[in-house]
């Protein structure tokens, strides 16, 4: 029902402008006209609701998914972008000039007005380059901090040029209703980001971390464990993952999603799997012990607690066994009774991670590019590998919980579903949507 009841939510939220401008706008223009103003206070509307659509609030993304919930994000982000590219083409024809703000006889004129057009033209040009941005950012390859801020400064700045666009240039907008509606809207878009890079920051230094230890696992990954320092550590369920912040101020934007590999357990320990990739990974090895670190969570709902298939299917590739590790180790802890598969694929022998731990019963290791005595799997964990490893009733019957790179879960996911699995049995986590 949860999910249910957020998509409701979020058609309520971004019709209400629709709506209400129609109640209160008076006598009706040429289609193509109101098609325009629709368009445009659609647009504003869904960009508004992106705040909250960002992943960091835990009534949203740890009911439908953060998955989900990303994957929206982008696709109304794209959706908004369209109506907003439309939104200004629809009004040719249109009689410009007039009094403004908007007469009582309801004129069915544009504003000629270069200021209250101009903040309307900025954020048409702003926002392509802000969704562009985010679309490309690994291709660009410059440092995920820099994309962070930017995208946030970007999104306010084409919020606060769309509200003055809408309530000085708009025929809706600049009704009294419409206005306070809008200043509404834009208060909660801003308090969203004053919550998550001002009160979060405040609440995290209170509950402070301290590293443990940083263990090195393969060539080039590790494992990073952190202690509470004076409170009584994270309240999170095995699968979950953090924003994690080592060595900086709760403020700085030098912080990163990482999933918890231990167990809720195993104690009061957090344990985390990193891969060297990124400007902070790459250094993560040098990380000294008692080296004060900050946790923003737990986000997410890669878990299988509570759930009631008799089996489960962990389905990882490369450094996305972390959380799968940290609900294998939750299962052992707690004389889990139901059945569990583990496959793991990697590139080469030397990157498989906690091979003494995982063992070798009811564990499938896949290397594409294999020693010449392995007696794994060899190749890619596709379909042809799910076929050889599960049972026509695992397929129907068992969860199948699985993270790791994005064209790995595509073609599990997909076979999967081919094979009867119910797509709530299947549960993905990714940290990369494009």
Same mark, same amino acid.
């Given at each position: 029902?949860?999910?249910?009841?957020?998509?409701?939510?979020?058609?309520?939220?971004?019709?209400?402008?629709? #709506?209400?401008?129609?109640? $209160?706008?008076? &006598?009706?223009?040429?289609?193509?006209?109101? !098609?325009?103003? +629709? @368009?445009?206070? %659609?647009?504003?509307?869904?960009?508004?609701?992106?705040?909250?659509?960002?992943?960091?609030?835990?009534?949203?993304?740890?009911?439908?998914?953060?998955?989900?919930?990303?994957?929206?994000?982008?696709?109304?982000?794209?959706?908004?972008?369209?109506?907003?590219?439309?939104?200004?083409?629809?009004?040719?024809?249109?009689?410009?000039?007039?009094?403004?703000?908007?007469?009582?006889?309801?004129?069915?004129? #544009?504003?000629?007005?270069? $200021?209250?057009? &101009?903040?309307?033209?900025?954020?048409?040009? !702003?926002?392509? +380059? @802000?969704?562009? %941005?985010?679309?490309?950012?690994?291709?660009?390859?410059?440092?995920?901090?820099?994309?962070?801020?930017?995208?946030?400064?970007?999104?306010?700045?084409?919020?606060?040029?769309?509200?003055?666009?809408?309530?000085?240039?708009?025929?809706?907008?600049?009704?009294?209703?419409?206005?306070?509606?809008?200043?509404?809207?834009?208060?909660?878009?801003?308090?969203?980001?004053?919550?998550?890079?001002?009160?979060?920051?405040?609440?995290?230094?209170?509950?402070?971390?301290?590293?443990?230890?940083?263990?090195? !696992?393969?060539?080039?990954?590790?494992?990073?464990?952190?202690?509470?320092?004076?409170?009584?550590?994270?309240?999170?369920?095995?699968?979950?993952?953090?924003?994690?912040?080592?060595?900086?101020?709760?403020?700085?934007?030098?912080?990163?999603?990482?999933?918890?590999?231990?167990?809720?357990?195993?104690?009061?320990?957090?344990?985390?799997?990193?891969?060297?990739?990124?400007?902070?990974?790459?250094?993560?090895?040098?990380?000294?012990?008692?080296?004060?670190?900050?946790?923003?969570?737990?986000?997410?709902?890669?878990?299988?607690?509570?759930?009631?298939?008799?089996?489960?299917?962990?389905?990882?590739?490369?450094?996305?066994?972390?959380?799968?590790?940290?609900?294998?180790?939750?299962?052992?802890?707690?004389?889990?009774?139901?059945?569990?598969?583990?496959?793991?694929?990697?590139?080469?022998?030397?990157?498989?991670?906690?091979?003494?731990?995982?063992?070798?019963?009811?564990?499938?290791?896949?290397?594409?590019?294999?020693?010449?005595?392995?007696?794994?799997?060899?190749?890619?964990?596709?379909?042809?590998?799910?076929?050889?490893?599960?049972?026509?009733?695992?397929?129907?019957?068992?969860?199948?919980?699985?993270?790791?790179?994005?064209?790995?879960?595509?073609?599990?996911?997909?076979?999967?579903?081919?094979?009867?699995?119910?797509?709530?049995?299947?549960?993905?986590?990714?940290?990369?949507?494009?």
């Amino acid at each position: 029902m949860k999910p249910l009841l957020l998509i409701f939510a979020y058609l309520v939220v971004v019709a209400s402008p629709l #709506i209400l401008s129609w109640l $209160v706008g008076g &006598s009706p223009r040429l289609f193509h006209q109101d !098609l325009a103003s +629709g @368009l445009g206070i %659609l647009a504003f509307s869904m960009i508004l609701a992106e705040f909250v659509l960002s992943g960091r609030f835990k009534s949203v993304s740890n009911g439908v998914g953060m998955d989900v919930t990303m994957r929206f994000h982008q696709v109304m982000a794209r959706t908004a972008l369209a109506f907003a590219f439309l939104h200004p083409f629809l009004y040719q024809g249109t009689p410009s000039g007039g009094q403004r703000p908007w007469d009582p006889t309801r004129q069915l004129t #544009i504003t000629t007005d270069f $200021v209250s057009l &101009s903040t309307g033209i900025a954020a048409f040009v !702003l926002l392509p +380059g @802000l969704i562009l %941005l985010a679309i490309r950012r690994t291709q660009l390859d410059y440092k995920y901090e820099t994309w962070r801020l930017t995208h946030g400064i970007g999104a306010l700045l084409i919020a606060l040029l769309l509200l003055h666009h809408t309530v000085y240039a708009g025929r809706y907008g600049s009704q009294p209703v419409m206005t306070w509606v809008w200043l509404a809207m834009t208060g909660v878009a801003v308090g969203s980001l004053l919550y998550v890079y001002l009160l979060v920051p405040l609440l995290d230094k209170a509950r402070p971390w301290r590293v443990a230890s940083v263990t090195r !696992l393969t060539p080039k990954q590790w494992q990073v464990t952190v202690t509470p320092d004076g409170h009584c550590g994270l309240d999170y369920r095995a699968g979950q993952f953090v924003w994690l912040n080592v060595g900086h101020s709760t403020f700085s934007m030098k912080e990163n999603p990482f999933s918890i590999c231990s167990a809720p357990a195993g104690g009061l320990e957090l344990s985390f799997m990193i891969k060297e990739l990124g400007d902070f990974t790459r250094t993560i090895g040098q990380t000294k012990a008692g080296t004060i670190a900050y946790l923003d969570g737990p986000y997410g709902s890669l878990c299988v607690d509570g759930r009631t298939e008799p089996g489960v299917a962990l389905i990882a590739g490369g450094v996305g066994l972390a959380p799968l590790i940290g609900i294998l180790r939750q299962m052992r802890l707690s004389a889990d009774l139901r059945k569990v598969k583990v496959v793991y694929g990697n590139r080469a022998i030397d990157q498989i991670a906690y091979l003494d731990e995982l063992g070798a019963q009811d564990v499938t290791y896949v290397l594409s590019d294999p020693p010449e005595n392995w007696r794994g799997e060899i190749g890619f964990v596709d379909a042809a590998l799910m076929d050889r490893v599960f049972s026509e009733e695992e397929f129907s019957e068992w969860v199948f919980v699985m993270c790791g790179p994005a064209i790995m879960m595509d073609i599990v996911e997909d076979h999967l579903i081919e094979r009867g699995t119910p797509s709530h049995r299947v549960l993905s986590e990714r940290f990369d949507y494009d």
